[in-house]
């Protein structure tokens, strides 16, 4: 008996939702009502009884996607629709008499607001279309949901590309209204989602809204603050420029004699070129921001171009006649190099680092320290008087080792500096 009682009480509640939430109407009954609403009605005239009073309506943006963020063009294009929401005074019946609570009347039949967007980047017109139905309740409330493809203009700051992140606007407004007659408040909420896709390129980190008192306008302001994903620039850009900046070092190990030097020199410097092409391409021709990846590409080119100088001015070097004579400047070169490179001379295995005999000894006494120093001191006189061997080949190959030396502490610190930076923003 419960059981039988409880399905009797569900059928009974199933009908009263029914009833209450299906209309129960005739086409005539609607027919008739449409064309006694319509019958002195004017979409021209805002439908408010009090003309000298401002219609309020209640703006929310809902995104379905962010289909773009053009860098090169400066432009977002956002899918999406806003719901509008307003009173109609000139629009209501009686829902009990008539058993309607609501009706869809088209846009052109009717007053709607006359809403453009701001900031649009290709067209500018009103929202909305002949093709759009509107839902009027029997109290005079309005729905209104214009569906558009938002392709607003967006100031981008590409200082940290591809590191960086944007703050994107849309902007709506009456092109014709000023406040005091057409006023818009936001509804909540402010923004919201409609099957949202997210986007591949841009990750959606936050989002607010605000509302701008421009002279006798009100303007809706949504923004989009966005943030560039990484792993495909890291992948495909960053990674390959770092590894042709260190390979740029490289080219002072290369042997003089080996007759590639050059050309490897312009390889390089050509790729760097290329690259610098491609990130250019990709950015905003202004001048209002510089990319720090451009920076630092222009940076390897100029050292790209350095080497190529250098590697020119050593082949030159390299081949000069046995006959010319070695400057003091060169020589003291060589003897660096072959100092930091523990080389003695050449056929002398005796002048490394250290002298032999003082590292042949486990233990060395103080008096005996004291010994191999004063020979040391004793030998050198007679070891400057000797002529040293050495031809040009050594001073190419000690211009090798300091350029090598040289750039690569220069690429490790520009690149580890442009880089941390880029990254912690």
């Not at 005996?368 to 000797?386: G, L």
Request: charged share 20%; aromatic share 14%.
């Amino acid at each position: 008996m419960i059981s039988v009682g409880l399905q009797c009480f569900g059928l009974l509640l199933f009908a009263s939702v029914a009833l209450a939430t299906h209309l129960n109407y005739d086409i005539s009954t609607y027919r008739t009502t449409m064309t006694s609403l319509l019958s002195n009605y004017s979409s021209k005239v805002r439908p408010i009884v009090n003309q000298g009073q401002s219609l309020q309506l209640q703006l929310s943006l809902w995104i379905a996607g962010i289909n773009e963020v053009s860098t090169t063009d400066s432009m977002m294009s956002t899918t999406g629709y806003l719901s509008v929401k307003w009173k109609d005074e000139l629009l209501n019946w009686d829902s009990a008499a008539t058993g309607m609570y609501w009706m869809q009347f088209n846009q052109k039949d009717i007053w709607v607001p006359d809403i453009v967007l701001k900031n649009g980047f290709t067209d500018f017109k009103m929202m909305g279309g002949d093709f759009y139905y509107l839902y009027v309740y029997n109290d005079g409330w309005v729905d209104w949901y214009p569906y558009k493809v938002f392709e607003t203009s967006c100031e981008l700051d590409v200082t940290y590309y591809p590191f960086d992140s944007q703050k994107c606007d849309i902007i709506v407004k009456s092109w014709s209204y000023s406040r005091w007659e057409v006023n818009f408040t936001f509804n909540d909420p402010q923004i919201g989602f409609y099957e949202f896709v997210p986007n591949h390129v841009w990750h959606l980190e936050s989002y607010d809204a605000e509302t701008d008192y421009t002279n006798s306008q009100t303007d809706l302001k949504f923004t989009l603050h966005l943030k560039r994903k990484t792993k495909y620039f890291i992948a495909n850009l960053i990674l390959p420029i770092i590894l042709v900046g260190v390979l740029n070092t490289f080219v002072f190990m290369i042997p003089a004699d080996a007759g590639e030097k050059m050309g490897f020199s312009v390889t390089i410097f050509l790729t760097f070129a290329v690259f610098l092409t491609i990130v250019s391409g990709e950015l905003p021709k202004t001048s209002d921001s510089i990319s720090i990846l451009s920076i630092y590409l222009i940076i390897e080119l100029i050292i790209s171009i350095s080497s190529i100088m250098l590697s020119a001015v050593q082949l030159r070097i390299h081949h000069r006649k046995p006959t010319i004579e070695i400057g003091e400047c060169f020589r003291f070169l060589v003897r660096a190099g072959r100092r930091l490179r523990c080389e003695g001379r050449k056929n002398d295995k005796s002048m490394k680092c250290f002298p032999n005999s003082c590292l042949n000894k486990p233990r060395i006494h103080e008096i005996e320290v004291i010994d191999c120093e004063s020979r040391m001191k004793m030998n050198r006189p007679v070891e400057d008087e000797q002529e040293e061997e050495m031809d040009w080949g050594d001073v190419s190959s000690a211009i090798d080792f300091f350029a090598f030396i040289f750039l690569l502490c220069v690429q490790v610190f520009v690149t580890s500096v442009m880089f941390i930076y880029a990254a912690a923003r």
